[in-house]
């Protein structure tokens, strides 16, 4: 009997590995769907998409670069070459677009967020958990006070204007940004200009603050996260799809492990039309449809394309996907990944040698062998 387990034994990390590897691939599919119809669509790109592309490229490049990636499966890791360049030259189609389309004013204000590749993960290398969650009160009415015009100029006091240096965080915006009472987008926004504040270069700025207010970018970060993280039941159970993966996408930024668990992922490709867009109208169910009642409207803008696809919820899809392959790559323990199909298959011959000469012993002949070796 025990022979039949030492050969279970043998194939077991080749079977176990198998599902991850299969996950993995149905990631690396589903980007390169999406990022196929957005090509295909360059031309009519907007500011929030490109900041999805530049999101995605920085974090295939780093991907590309780790050196975990010499001991992957030689087919993921050229897929994630081959994503990369094609999000590279996305990324070149749609910037020159805007750039030289003269009437595109938001992509004036906005241009010094979509110039550069973003390295999330680079700022927020180690995976997060939340311990015990507080337990928030059941949503109220949006804050009216909340302005979308005042969170753009928030955001953009970080990015730097002709008027404003970079980094500027006024009182004003901090007060806004960092409101506790905020739900839905408003809420994504916070985090999102934390976030960019962050990576942008501004955390003394931001740190220097929020000192002086008696709190700290990482208290306000779990505050909002947990939040989140506690409405994303009821915000998927109404039929807003965009907002929950815009939640998702936030909660993976800030890389809580919460926020990529398996279940968001069938989600995502779920949603995934098979054209690779995304479009959460023609997903909300039709009695749900008139029941969503929010101030403030998603993280930039958005533009319907085909009659369905939803460039706001397609960018969001592009970070959560491309953000997921990446927590996947690097959830995988290193001792099997360092095992290529040929070492399996080499080690799992090994094995059945030493099966087969398990057997032989048990034969007669080899009697007199078994007896010396004893």
């Known amino acids: ?57 920085g974090e295939l490049e780093m991907l590309s670069q780790n050196p975990q990636s010499y001991t992957w499966s030689p087919d993921i890791v050229t897929q994630i070459h081959l994503l990369k360049n094609k999000v590279d030259r996305l ?25 550069t590749k973003y390295y999330i993960s680079s700022h927020y290398s180690s995976e997060r958990r939340f311990g015990s969650i507080p337990r928030f009160p059941d949503p109220i009415e949006q804050d009216p006070t909340f302005s979308e015009q005042q969170s753009d100029g928030c955001m953009r006091e970080i990015l730097g204007t002709e008027e404003t240096p970079a980094c500027t965080i006024s009182r004003k915006c901090y007060k806004q940004m960092t409101n506790r009472e905020s739900e839905d987008y408003q809420l994504t926004h916070q985090l999102l200009y934390l976030i960019l504040a962050q990576v942008r270069g501004c955390s003394k700025e931001l740190a220097r603050v929020t000192l002086i207010q008696d709190t700290s970018v990482i208290e306000l970060e779990t505050t909002f996260t947990a939040k989140i993280f506690q409405r994303l039941p009821s915000v998927l159970d109404s039929g807003r799809y965009d907002l929950f993966t ?14 990529y668990r398996s279940k968001i992922l069938e989600l995502l490709m779920l949603w995934q039309d098979s054209t690779g867009c995304y479009n959460d109208d023609t997903l909300t169910p039709p009695d749900l449809k008139n029941q969503t009642n929010y101030i403030g409207r998603k993280l930039f803008a958005d533009e ?6 939803s460039e706001h919820m397609t960018a969001l899809a592009l970070i959560v996907l491309t953000l997921t392959l990446r927590h996947q790559l690097q959830s995988l323990p290193q001792e099997i990944v360092t095992w290529s199909s040929a070492n399996l298959t080499l080690i799992s011959l090994c094995g059945l040698g030493v099966v087969g000469l398990v057997v032989c012993f048990k034969k007669r002949r080899f009697r007199i062998l078994r007896h010396f070796l004893a």
């Open 91 to 115: 990324a070149s189609l749609a910037f020159y677009d805007m750039q030289n389309d003269t009437d595109n004013d938001y992509f004036k204000k906005f241009q010094r967020l979509v110039d």
């Open 304 to 309: 319907i394309i085909d009659d369905s696809c």
């Open 246 to 259: 815009e939640m998702v996408m936030i909660g993976q930024m800030l890389n809580y492990r919460e926020f």
């Open 1 to 57: 009997m025990w022979r039949y387990v030492a050969l279970l034994l043998l194939l077991t990390p080749s079977l176990c590995n198998a599902d991850k590897f299969s996950e993995i691939r149905e990631t690396c599919l589903a980007l390169d769907d999406l990022v196929s119809w957005a090509k295909a669509h360059h031309y009519l790109l907007i500011v929030d998409f490109l900041f999805g592309i530049r999101v995605a490229q």
